[in-house]
């Protein structure tokens, strides 16, 4: 079977989900080859740029799109497999921003400390050892971490004709700073508007779970997608799928709430998938489930909710995650990537 | 001195706040009167209409406008005071809603309860008397309340680019839901776009701190307000006045980041109006000051932090609300209303 | 009718609410006349003294008692009326302290910063005026305050054989810092243990609701409460009458859950008072209700729900409010304070 | 080396950390073979054995011990090394119970609602297999789950003169609710009474992430720790070692201040073991940590935050884990456990 592959044309970058026209209309099944900057725009390059200095707020965050899907309708489902995700630079930033993290007081989580001190921290990134070095500001400590990459940002136009800041999580994906969002994961994202709208941006070479700091190991990514549709079933809130887990996510506050909606809605996947009650499923997700944070530090905070697929073992969706992951096979076999 | 009084055209309700074009446009120290719907749109107009099935989502809570101010830029402070705030009609409706209010499990506080039931309440509303009669549907208790009219939505258009959803307050005011917008009130506003963009709505006969059920005594209403300009000093959130109170708003969840949020803004006012320093203020503040619930049931919750003008006598922004009180009474005075 | 009236005995103060024996016990409808030492322990008596330098956690926030009611079993109910509080010395103060308040970061909102510094201020204390006097430290404004005599903490031992801090505020009790908890206010608590074991302190000769800075203006008081017992209905949590509200509290993290108790609280004690199912109180409560913060800083937040005694006219417990009034009265009649 | 072994004798259970005398005295380095009951006092035996009505409040979670360590002073380390945890009985429970969950109107999430239904599971568990069956009750669904035996609640005496009920999490530890409190972790405490006074219980088949409908797969358990004693060095909260993570412990509410709390005691850690300065751990925790929930359904939350040993190297206390590890072998050994 033959893939269509087309590339998103560059552009201008987008700060906002919703009320922006496609640059791009795809028929579902298609791999999209797209780049994305780093959260930064860019700006950011070397220890002496301080973010507040060197970037403007609102223009915080581009993503890259949005991508129209042929027949989504509101309703609908519209799946993103990652494919690949490729760092394309040979380093990456990552930097504390006056008043935003969760070790900080921030504008909503407002006190009356001075902003901690703003400091930037330049990794070496090294694709074919797969490694970002960490190197201290303080000492010459130094530590090579794993790269693992994955996207920050990614989502569709939101509900109730809102247009919603790049950097805010919520029902309609955005910036959940889930390491989760890997090559190998299908995220589904339930459609609001016709052609669903597709977005996303803020690469990370890698990200522990919560983003505490603020940021991730930031960078410019140049990334592969397969983006399909299933009509209907639109969930409430992103779920995402990987070899091994079904996913449900929740961004909200205070934290407890998005754990709340991930596990709500993971119960109700899993209530469905193995036609059990309600009850049942909480009992089975309770004693199954994985709970991780995604992101604590921004507009809303992230929670994920994890089963493993060996115990709900009813293929969701139809099983489009495995025919996601073979057309991810035959591209990168096509291209000799693997 | 002669006063400019427009009316706003009658039009299309928003269910949005920002991306929006302004329906009027006028100088400051304008006198503008206006009328608006219900949160309903007025769909509910007995205690079988259940609004979940007369309303449908998003078009809930419209608001008027938007108003732009001639010569507002970002940066600056607009301000709405508030000269008259009118029942339009004999009745006005207050209901529970599926999963929405403080006492129940709702969307993003997720749970596996059912939705609480839905019920509607009719009040009479008698202007004469200055009451509003609540009746009980479970058994023949009947009460007068006083008659309080407000409003719980009033804002501009936000920054960033965003369009928010009216029902959703913010640093750009919106869906509040404070018994403190009521006429006498003079609301501060930093602008985010040119013109300011004011729109508002969502008319109390009168409703408790915290709107624990969801809504309050909900009624269209015949508005009055004067709008006014002051270059720079864009407050970062919300400001009242009345003729005893400075107030400080603050939207965020958790509660106590409104909380936060609120008593930090007044705080440097007071520091700003009084010549403290921040601890000066943060102490003044914590003796004198008080601290009402506005909402706990929006998408965020809204704290009002207050302290009296007996205290801090500095006239804030120059006494701007002492002036639109005299506009307002000669306004009132010209047309015997008082 | 002769009233019964007994002094505390002076004795080592408390830290804690359960697990201590009673210093007096007193039959229901008694008079007692106490002293109480400030948070500090009297430590603080002039700007030098940062309390992080004289006093020694956890030897803060002393209370006086515990104070046993004959007849009090689990389930019952205990009135503590408040007669009169009066500030003994012509000074009080107030401070910061390290990472403790709700501007700044705290021991569970941890945070990196520094604490803020740590300041005291002395209040002159006119209890002829009625007034304390706020001195600024930066500057030379000074401004008088109306004193508001109340205590901070009053409580009794705790169920589940807990043994509970002072400072923390709970279904028993303990540090909710209401200014509520006034002269003329009759305070309700359920019983956990025989004799129910009341115990109070923290006197503040004002105070702002939510307390932000995390101190009142502290003074050691002369008080005079009455003890009375209600066999039955104690209630889960305080709860707070006074010649014009009824009001219900909650203590818990976040915010929005003391919030809810407090609400939810006050929805069931309206319900039962006027017959009504839960939708209709919820609703009443919801338009005729006030929300107001008691504190924002201890280790769990307070709110406070109230309702007019004109709303909900039923007597609460028979009126005993009303009988307790009048003993107060005769107290204060017979020692010639009024 | 020989190694102490001791027998901590059966005995009343306790239901509380704090104000309790100790069962039994050990030196440093002594091994404790130990049993304990299921959070039902073992009462719930069967599918028709509500805990509502077969368990009593406050006798719910009961705590084997206190343990008094040998030296132990206020200020020092306290480690429990979990050698093994082995349930007792072939089958284990689980249960809803009526207002406890994450899904569910809590006593302090207070809501409307009437409380879910209450049903209990029962699991077969084969230690052989090292399986605990799940079976659901409104169907044939069954499935096996991996036995990952643990202990929910651990911990000593609290601070401050306080006894707390063993369902509450704290800086004391209690009942925390997370699954890597396994064989083959070594948990540490700050003493905070002579002896430290240790107590466990709440044995759990297996956990997920959050216990999110209240209980886990309960079960009585016959473990083996090793308890030793570091002078000084007591950190504010819990913390764990296994031999892959560092990990430190947040209990509070709302759920980011228990995700405050560890993360902040783990760049706390982390700086002092690699001699960085505070932004340079923060960052280093920001990229490679992991943030798993414990429970999101007690009194307090709980949150962990874990680094790779891999990128944290140097030896945490001196590397007592290691040393407690080599203990733990040589007692498996000896009894032929390996």
Redesign the interface.
């Known amino acids: 079977m033959s893939i269509e592959v087309v590339a998103l044309p560059p552009g201008e970058p987008n700060?906002?989900f919703?009320?922006r026209e496609p640059v791009l209309t795809v028929r579902p099944g298609t791999v999209v080859e797209l780049s994305t900057e780093d959260c930064f725009g860019g700006a950011v390059r070397g220890i002496g740029d301080l973010p507040s200095q060197v970037c403007q707020?609102?223009y915080l965050n581009p993503v890259s799109g949005p991508i129209a899907v042929v027949g989504a309708e509101p309703g609908d489902t519209v799946a993103v497999h990652f494919v690949d995700i490729r760092p394309v630079r040979d380093w990456a930033v990552?930097t504390?921003f006056p008043h935003f993290?969760?070790?900080?007081?921030t504008?909503?989580?407002?006190?009356?400390?001075?902003a901690?001190?703003e400091?930037v921290?330049l990794y070496e990134v090294d694709t074919t050892r797969g490694t970002c070095r960490?190197q201290?500001?303080?000492?010459d400590?130094s530590?090579e971490?794993p790269l693992d990459p994955m996207h920050g940002t990614v989502g569709v136009a939101p509900?109730?004709?809102?247009?919603?800041?790049s950097i805010t999580p919520g029902a309609h994906g955005g910036n959940m700073d889930t390491p989760e969002m890997r090559a190998g994961t299908t995220a589904y994202f339930g459609v609001n508007v016709p052609g669903a709208l597709i977005s996303l941006g803020d690469g990370h070479c890698?990200?522990?779970?919560?983003?505490?700091?603020?940021?991730?190991?930031e960078a410019a990514m140049s990334t592969v997608i397969v983006v399909d549709l299933i009509k209907g079933g639109g969930p409430?809130w992103p779920r995402l799928e990987n070899d091994d887990y079904l996913m449900s996510t929740?961004s909200?506050?205070?934290?407890?709430?998005a754990?709340?909606?991930s596990?709500?809605?993971l119960?109700g996947w899993t209530s469905e998938l193995?036609?059990?009650?309600?009850?049942?499923a909480?009992?089975?997700?309770?004693?199954?489930?994985?709970?991780?944070?995604g992101n604590?530090v921004d507009t809303t905070?992230t929670?994920l909710?994890k089963v493993p697929k060996g115990?709900v073992k009813t293929p969701a969706y139809d099983g489009i995650h495995t025919r996601l992951r073979e057309t991810a096979f035959q591209y990168l076999n096509e291209r000799g990537n693997i």
Chains 1, 2, 3, 4 share one sequence.
């Not at 509900?159 to 800041?165: G, L, N, Y």
């Open positions: 700060f906002v919703g009320g707020f609102p990552s504390t993290g969760a070790l900080t007081a504008h909503t989580t407002a006190m009356l400390h001075e901690l001190p400091r921290w960490f201290a500001r303080s000492s400590f530590v971490l509900a109730a004709h809102e247009v919603i800041m890698r990200q522990g779970e919560g983003e505490v700091c603020g940021t991730a190991v409430a929740g909200a506050r205070p934290l407890e709430d754990f709340r909606v596990q709500h809605d119960v193995l036609n059990l009650d309600a009850l049942d909480y009992q089975l997700v309770s004693q199954a489930g994985l709970a991780p944070a604590v905070y929670m909710a115990i």
